[in-house]
Every structure is written in C-alpha cells, then in structure tokens.
C-alpha cells in the first residue's frame, strides 16, 4: 500500500521561508508523479506544485511561481517544497499526493483529481 507522510509544518513569521518534506513509501518511487496541495479554512483545496516522475519537469500556478519550488530525491523517496516569502494568506494544510498514471516521464498535473493517495498533511501557519 502506498502511504505519503509530510512533515515541517509549524508557524512562521511572515517574510519568512519554510521547507515541506513528503517521505513515500510502499511502491517504485519513480513510478509516479507528485503534487502538493493546500486547504485553507473555508477554501477548496488547491493545488500549489507538482513535479514529475523523473524529477525533472515540474509545475505551478502563476500566482505561485517564483516562491514555490519542488524537487525530488528518487535515492530517498523524498519529495520537498520550498516556500519563500511566506505570507499569512499561505496558511493552511499541506498535502501531498501521488499520481499513479501512466504517461510522460516528464510530466506532471495540478489538477487535483488525478491524484489516487494522498498524505495526512502538515500544518502550515503564517503569522506575526
């Protein structure tokens, strides 16, 4: 069974930057796309990064790029996001999920629905 377990959430100062990991375990890591999710209270969940199955090819929404960034460690079954200049409308639930189908090696989708296993998520506040 594939389980996904984030961790590095906690409350930060605003301007300040944060690291998300997600540890996947259960299945051929390279087998499978990743993407990072986040709810706020209220909001629908929505999606904030992906990266592909090889590491390489990665996406954002345009409101997020150039604070965001994902990568991965194929060698440790690792996926972070990065998240600069954070500010208080970035808090909420972090969620990673992984993309089983197959397809391009390097591509990757936002869009939530594609998405079969999901972690637990790790909190993320933004506050002074």
């Known amino acids: 069974q594939l389980q996904l377990v984030e961790s590095g959430g906690g409350l930060v100062q605003p301007g300040g930057s944060l690291t998300l990991s997600c540890v996947v375990s259960?299945?051929?890591?390279?087998?499978?796309?990743i993407g990072w999710f986040r709810q706020a209270p209220g909001k629908d969940r929505e999606g904030v990064a992906c990266?592909?199955?090889?590491?390489?090819?990665?996406d954002y929404p345009d409101s997020l790029k150039g604070r965001f960034t994902v990568s991965r460690d194929n060698a440790k079954n690792t996926v972070t996001l990065q998240i600069y200049n954070l500010d208080p409308s970035d808090t909420g639930r972090y969620y990673c999920a992984a993309d089983l189908r197959k397809g391009l090696i390097r591509y990757c989708t936002n869009r939530e629905r594609v998405y079969s296993y999901w972690g637990q998520g790790t909190q993320v506040t933004v506050a002074s």
């Open positions: 990266v592909s199955r090889d590491g390489v090819g990665t």
């Open positions: 259960g299945h051929t890591f390279g087998d499978y796309a």
